[in-house]
């Protein structure tokens, strides 16, 4: 991208042109974002009929061919507006192969009022998808009231296991079944290419208490790190060598001020090979707002590179990385009722 470093081109992604009726919704919510291997960028969104996590909505997605200069009309993956119910928390990982999986939770996944968790996949870099499948059993329902996947986006790791991180509410924890707290985080991963999935142990959380959305992001060594929301202030990490066991005790990092929003993680590697870690979220410890990309060249311990988005009002956000390199920021502004998109390069970073 040729902008100028002093600044960064956005465009107004959600609302568009009215398709599908999409002036119905209210606000559009929890960005995800992937760049397909082909070049195609998939962004979706929850597209709510207010602004309750527990409001009626559907999940609606746009498709761009040409590096996110245009976006088709969105297409509605998940119902849920009609039938007066939540599908929350969408979620897409590209495996190996190229087949883009979905998952996405309805009723976060209380079964106790009709909760399930599904799963879809498309192998045309998301023009048709295949039928919904529950995959609740996976998720051990009789163990959590409300789960919810990431949100954002997953990850394909070496080896081909796809893996995304979760947080749940325990019911040993007695809070109402649609609580969204206590929380805890663990990371649902499929070993076999969507057609099973997984449930880990949880990510020990030491002295945090509360820790829920949360991102993944594959290290240069092979391992995976999670960057983790709880409190306000800043953020959490956790170290795996393989993504799936053996996590570290969840410790803040104090580099990463954040205001209890969820912030998002890619990786890159620079023209000059510096392999890259990205992240980017509200860098205020009180306020979501100064939307901000940091980059670490030693796996995400430091943060040498940065470069601010918007100093102004943003909230949830999603990264991604394209096979050229383009780096692609989309973000929640204007109190939930407008999505915005950013594109960014290395150079881009100071």
């Known amino acids: 991208m040729s902008e100028s470093r002093n600044e960064l081109k956005s465009k107004t992604v959600l609302p568009g042109r009215s398709p599908c009726g999409s002036y119905k919704y209210e606000k559009y919510r929890i960005p995800g974002m992937i760049a397909a291997k082909s070049g195609v960028i998939l962004a979706y969104f929850e597209a709510r009929m207010s602004g309750s996590d527990w409001a009626d909505m559907d999940i609606i997605l746009l498709r761009s061919e040409d590096g996110g200069e245009t976006f088709s009309e969105p297409f509605v ?15 897409m990982i590209q495996g190996a192969d190229g087949v883009i999986h979905f998952l996405y939770c309805v009723e976060y996944g209380v079964t106790s009022i009709g909760g399930d968790a599904l799963y879809r996949q498309s192998r045309d870099d998301g023009r048709t998808w295949s039928e919904p499948v529950s995959i609740i059993d996976s998720t ?18 070496d080896d081909g296991t796809l893996l995304v991180p979760v947080w749940l509410v325990p019911k040993s924890a007695g809070s109402e ?19 099973s999935f997984c449930l880990s142990e949880r990510v020990p959380q030491g002295e945090i208490t509360d820790p829920n959305e949360t991102t993944a992001v594959g290290l240069p060594d092979g391992g995976v790190m999670l960057n983790i929301r709880h409190m306000p202030g800043y953020r959490a990490v956790s170290f795996s060598k393989n993504g799936i066991d053996g996590w570290t005790t969840m410790t803040e990092d104090k580099s990463l001020a954040d205001p209890c929003c969820f912030g998002s993680s890619a990786r890159i590697t620079a023209d000059d090979g ?3 870690i990205l992240f980017v979220n509200c860098e205020d ?15 995400g311990r430091t943060w040498q590179l940065r470069r601010r988005i918007t100093s102004g009002e943003s909230a949830y956000a999603d990264i991604c ?10 973000y929640e502004t204007d109190d939930y009722r407008r999505a915005v998109l950013v594109r960014m390069t290395v150079d881009d970073l100071n």
Do not use: W
């Open 77 to 91: 993956l998940a119902e849920g507006s009609e039938t007066c119910r939540t599908v929350n928390n969408p979620v």
């Open 140 to 157: 051990m329902p009789e163990y959590h009231n409300a789960f919810a996947f990431g949100p954002g986006h997953g990850i394909c790791q």
């Open 177 to 195: 079944p649609k609580s969204h707290h206590p929380a805890e985080v663990r990371v649902f991963y499929s070993r076999d290419n969507g057609r």
């Open 274 to 276: 510096r392999r890259i």
């Open 285 to 299: 410890e009180h306020e979501r707002r100064n939307l901000t990309v940091k980059g670490s060249i030693d796996g």
């Open 321 to 330: 990385v394209d096979a050229a390199g383009r780096i692609y920021v989309m």
